[in-house]
């Protein structure tokens, strides 16, 4: 299950500027591509959840991650309630053939 929330107002240069002065070491720097799959009447959206390959460029490690991953709503309420299930793939091509395997 995951939790998510949204921080806003941010001064995001500030925060940098903080973790500039206490020598903070960056652990991650990467980009990210999501690819949603759903049947053809759209019944995972409509229910608020979706199947996803999302590839991962991990730049400071020069690789590349797939995740294949499955989220349900579970509720909305203070927090988003997800009910995700995700797996590391190394092939992105036999993911999709999954996905489009199941309709």
């Known amino acids: 299950m995951e939790l998510e929330t949204r921080i806003v107002d941010i001064d995001v240069d500030n925060i940098r500027d903080i973790l500039t002065l206490n020598n903070a070491e960056k652990v991650k720097s990467e980009n990210q591509v ?5 049947f053809e ?5 409509a229910k ?3 199947a996803r390959i999302r590839t ?3 730049r400071l490690n020069k690789r590349t991650i797939y995740y ?3 989220k349900k709503m579970i509720s ?3 927090f ?3 009910e995700e299930n995700e797996v590391i793939i190394d ?3 036999m993911g999709e053939g999954i996905f489009k395997s199941l309709g």
Do not use: A, F, P
């Open 34 to 38: 999501n690819d949603i799959y759903d």
């Open 41 to 45: 009447d759209g019944r995972l959206l």
């Open 48 to 50: 608020k959840g979706y």
């Open 56 to 58: 991962v460029e991990d």
């Open 68 to 70: 294949m991953t499955t």
């Open 76 to 78: 909305q309420n203070k």
């Open 80 to 82: 988003k309630v997800m």
């Open 91 to 93: 092939n992105k091509e």
